[in-house]
């Protein structure tokens, strides 16, 4: 059972933070179909969602990584920063096995798969709001596989040597964002973005723009196939 208590209602009061009006009316009705659950409002982006924290005091809150406007990444570690206690679930369709862990580091409390089974979804919002962690078996696995043996980060992707910034700026020149229009997204400079790049054409081995732009390209394709 959820630890703490529900609001007034008799509830507990989840603030839903995702880009897709249809997903978040979807994941809206499931949560009001429980009896002890409520959805005490929405956001689509960053800023909506750090002004709808402190307006409407949620119980708990259900991100996805990608946002309108900044990373859903972005938006765990500023809300953990100011609210510690407030517990946060990602239910994103982003590979679980590169972005968990980031979700988990910057302060989420649990990860789910979009296409997940209701009930699983609604599993993992009790288990989360009752102060546990949520992770699928693989991640788990993942995780504890490196805890024994002493390793660092995995090494079957060479995306995971990116950073938070750098895999969101990855994905970005993936779906075909010209330089400007990423810093315009990220509210960042064009030659911050410009050096986010040099980093990562390093770290992946890549000799230019144009080698990054095609694996950036075929990475995203690869993302869309496997969600369809």
């Excluded at 995702?18 to 929405?42: A, K, N, T, Y």
């Excluded at 239910?91 to 302060?107: N, P, Q």
């Excluded at 490196?146 to 779906?175: A, N, Y």
């Amino acid at each position: 059972m959820p630890t703490g208590k529900p609001g007034p209602s008799g509830r507990y009061r989840i603030l839903i933070v995702d880009d897709h009006p249809i997903f978040r009316h979807g994941l809206g009705q499931l949560i009001s179909q429980e009896d002890d659950l409520e959805v005490c409002g929405e956001a689509e982006d960053y800023h909506g969602a750090v002004k709808a924290v402190e307006a409407m005091k949620p119980d708990m809150i259900v991100v996805d990584i990608t946002l309108k406007d900044m990373s859903g990444i972005d938006l765990i570690k500023e809300v953990h920063k100011y609210h510690k206690g407030l517990p946060m679930l990602v239910i994103s369709m982003h590979d679980e096995s590169l972005y968990a862990e980031r979700a988990f580091r910057a302060g989420a409390r649990g990860y789910v798969m979009k296409q997940e089974a209701s009930e699983s979804v609604v599993q993992a919002i009790r288990h989360v709001l009752s102060g546990g962690i949520y992770a699928s078996r693989r991640v788990t696995e993942n995780i504890l596989t490196r805890f024994i043996e002493g390793s660092g980060e995995p090494s079957e992707s060479p995306l995971k040597e990116l950073t938070d910034r750098e895999i969101e700026v990855f994905q970005l020149i993936g779906e075909g964002l010209s330089i400007s229009e990423i810093g315009h997204r990220l509210h960042l400079s064009v030659k911050t973005i410009g050096t986010y790049r040099e980093r990562i054409k390093e770290k992946l081995n890549l000799k230019n723009a144009t080698e990054l732009l095609r694996y950036a390209l075929n990475w995203v394709e690869k993302e869309r196939q496997s969600k369809e």
